[in-house]
């Protein structure tokens, strides 16, 4: 139980496009979710904190207007990369919750900006 | 404020010696307390989680970790290393609420030689 999809798993896109990123709870439903950045060899890095039907909670430092998120539903998530630039790319992670601690995590999705 | 540190950066070990990894966190209250893994192109596996139970916790592939809380730590250790435990750990802390996000440590790069 408690399966986190991450879809795409990798995509490329051209700068000042705009890339959608989804994540679902596949046997739950998660009120929360949380958005994670990964660069290279280095931790995992909150971005924002997702929850569903209401706005997001973004971390200091985070454009909230270039990273959009939406929780429309118990088990879907999506994050959109608006207007992405090269230093955009990353490998993003999101991650979900049952009732209580104890996070599952999906399996990234490798963003790369040309 | 969250923190975790982690102060080993690369462990280099040979198979079949021992292994503990360092991990101290900062957190105004009660813990739950992590460790991930993440094996080369893989994503992320938890390992194991302490929940305020017993502070000696085993988690899978024959990993286990002890807090301290006098000393707010929770080390990994394994007593006879593999070749495929090469990877990276992750220590992550969380408060102790379901809707408390996960802050995760810098990461230990853990390269086996066979």
């Known amino acids: 139980g408690a399966v986190v999809s991450q879809h795409p798993s990798w995509v490329i896109c051209k700068s000042g496009t705009s890339v959608k990123i989804e994540c679902r709870s596949l046997d739950f439903q998660a009120t929360t979710m949380f958005w994670y950045r990964q660069f290279p060899k280095q931790s995992l890095m909150l971005m924002a904190t997702s929850n569903e039907g209401s706005k997001a909670t973004y971390e200091q430092g985070v454009e909230k207007d270039k990273f959009l998120i939406n929780h429309a539903s118990l088990t879907l998530s999506t994050l959109t990369v608006t207007s992405a630039h090269p230093e955009d790319s990353s490998f993003y992670i999101c991650?979900?919750?049952?009732?209580?601690?104890?996070?599952?995590f999906g399996s990234g999705t490798r963003l790369t900006v040309v | 404020a969250q923190s975790v540190s982690q102060h080993n950066h690369h462990v280099i070990l040979s198979e079949a010696a021992s292994l503990e990894l360092g991990c101290n966190y900062s957190y105004g209250g009660t813990v739950n307390l992590f460790w991930y893994v993440q094996y080369p192109g893989q994503h992320l596996q938890l390992l194991l989680k302490?929940?305020?139970?017993?502070?000696l916790v085993k988690g899978i592939k024959g990993f286990e970790a002890e807090f301290i809380k006098s000393k707010f730590s929770f080390n990994l250790r394994k007593p006879s290393v593999q070749w495929s435990d090469t990877a990276e750990y992750f220590c992550a802390v969380m408060g102790y609420s379901s809707a408390s996000k996960i802050i995760f440590g810098s990461g230990t790069r853990l390269s086996i030689r066979p």
């Open positions: 302490y929940f305020s139970e017993d502070p």
């Open positions: 991650s979900a919750s049952l009732h209580g601690p104890g996070y599952t």
